[in-house]
C-alpha cells in the first residue's frame, strides 16, 4: 500500500511538474502575445494605469484648442445597423499644446485616416493617436506644437454602431401596418447630453460652440432632415443620395440632430422649423436647433379621439420646445449645473405663450399654482438638493420655472427687459446664472429701483436646497406684524447639510387685507421708512424675524403671499386661521383670488402634516368648499383630502373619516 503510493506518488510528482512545464510555457506564450498585441494596440487603447497629469486624464476638455467649424458626412446602413462617416475640424489653438483631445465614444477611428493640417493645408505629423475610454477622449499627438493664435484642422474617417439604445445616433423602427413582418426602420439621434461623442468624434461640451456643414447619406426612398434646410442633393452610385444641409448657426454638439425616414412630411405652421414625432425616444422630446424631435405619444393628436387636456399636452411640447430656440440654444448654459435655468425660462415662456394662444385654457393661472403643489412636497425633504447644483429630473425644471415666476412677480416689467438684454448681450455664446441676475439687476437699477440686488436675493433661492415657511403672528392691539422664517421640513428634527446662507432666504413677502382688495402688485413699492408697510407692495423679509407695521384692522383676514407667486409656504397666529375661514365661508369668498384660495388650502394641509399646525384648523378652513366652483381649490383639497385618506386608511380613525 505505502509502496504503491510512494510509485503513485512519483507518478504524480512527474505529471505535476509535466502540468507545470506545460502551464509555464502557456503562461510564457500569453505574456508574449499579450506584449505584442499590447505593442500593437497600445497605441489605440491608452491603459488606465499611465497615470501622470496629462490632459486626457482629467475630466474636462483642455481650454487650448476651441473648435469653430464642422464638416460631417454620415452615411447610416439602417439594414445593417451600421454608419460610416468623415469628420473635419477648424480649430483656434489658444495656447500651445500637442496633444489635441477630443470626445469620441464606442467609435472605430479608421486606421490611417487621422491627420493634422494648418489652415493653408500644410500637413503636420502625428506622433500618434490613441483613445482613453475612461473619459470618452481620443488624443491625437502633434510631433510639434501647436502655436498659440493659429488655427488648424483635424479629419478622420470613422465607423460606429447603429444601436437601438436610443442614445447618439440610433436606431428606430415602427410598423407600417399592423403586421410585425412589416417593420420599417429610421435612423435618429438624441445627442443631450453627451452623446454626440457616439455618432462622431467632436468636442462634446455646451460652451464649445461652432458652425456645422452636415451631409447625410441615404437610400433614395428615404428622407433626411437636419437642423437646417437641404442646400443641395448629389445623387450617388447604388441609389445613394447625398443630402448637404446649409451651414448652422454657431451652436453647441448636443443641439445637432439627424433624421433618416421614409416619412411622410406635413407643412407646418411653425413655418422654419421641423418637428419630427419618433417611436422611439428617451426623453419626451429635444430641441435641436431647427428640428425638434418628439416621441409620438407626445405629439400626436386625434381631433375626435384624443382627450381635451392631450390638446393642451401637444401645445406646451411644442410651446417649451420653440422656447428653447432662445433659452439653451442661442444663449447655452456653460455647463450642465446650469441647466435649470435654460428650463426654467423656456417653461415660463411656454406658459406665457399658450396662455396668449389659447387663453380659454387659463394655463398661466393653473400651471403655475397645480405645479407649486407638486414641487414644494418634494422639496420638503433633508434629501433635496440646491437647484444650482445639478438637474436631476423634471422636479429641477418644475422649481426652476415657480423661481422665475416669483422672480417675474417681483421685477414686474423689468423681468422682461432684463431677459431681452440677457438674450442680446449673449446671443451664440455661454451664459450662467450669474450673467442673468447681473442683467436683471442692470435694468431694474435703470428703473430707479434699490431695494432689489437680484444675484443676492436669487443666491438664497438657488445655492441652498429647500424654501421656507414663514409665520405670521399679529399683535391685534397695535397692528404689528412679526414675521419669522424657517427651513420648511415634513421632520423639522432631521438633519441637513449646513448652508453657507444657514436657511435663511430673501423673501418677497406680499401681504393684501379685506380692505386692499384683489389688486395687483405694481413695481412692488416696499415703504419701509415710516416702518409702515404699504398694501399691497412687498415686504423684504432677509433675516429670521422681522417686525413691522401692516396698516390693517384687527377685525379684517390678513393674507400673505397673493396668488401663491412666492416658492414659500405661510402659517398665521390661529385667530388670523379663523378669521380668513370665516372670510372664505360667506357669499364673498371669491374677493380672496382663485390661486390664493388654493394656496390656502395647500399650506392649511401641509403644514398640519408638518405638526406646525392643527388639524381642526386645516378642516375647519375647508369647510367652504362647498361653495367652491374653481377647479384649483379643488386640485388642491383632493391631494390634501388624498393624502388624509392614504394615512387614515387601515385605522381606528378611518371609519371617522366623513366626506360632505
Ligand atoms: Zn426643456
Redesign the pocket.
Known sequence: MEMHTATHKSDTERHTRKKVAYVAVLVLVIILISVIVASLVHRKILADSSGGDAPWHRPRLPKSLAPYHYRLELKPNLEDSVFTGTVEISLHCLAPTRYIVLHANLLNITEGSVFLKSLRGEILTLRDWFLYPKNEFLVLESKTSLETGRRYVIGMKFQGKLLEDMRGFYRSFYSANSTHNDRRYLAVSQFAPMDARKAFPCFDEPAMKATFDVTLVHQSEYTALSNMPIRQSEVRSEGWVADHFYTTLRMPTYLLAFVIADFGYKEGVTGIHDIVASPQMRVPAM?NWGLVVSHENRMLYAPKLSPVWKKEEVASMIA??LA?MWFGNLVTPEWWGGVWL??GL?TWAAVRGVDAAEPTWRVKERYFVQSLHQILPVDSSSLSHPLQLTVTGPQD?TRGSSLMRMLNTILGTAFRKGILKYLQKYKYSNAGQNDLWACLTEVVQEDGRTDVQVKEVMDTWTLQMGFPVVTVTRDYSNGRVTATQRHFLYDPEVNVPDSLRNYVWQVPLTFMSRESGNTSLGNGDTSRGNGTVSIPGIFWLRKREEDFRLSVDASSRLLANINQTGYYRVNYDVRNWQLLAEDLDTVTFQNIPTQSRAGLIDDAFNLVRSGHLAPEVALNLSRYLTREREYLPWLAAERAFGYLHMMLADTKSSSDLKWL
Request: proline share 0%; no cysteine; aromatic share 0%.
Open positions: 430641441e417649451h420646445e428653447h435654460k428650463e423656456a425644471v
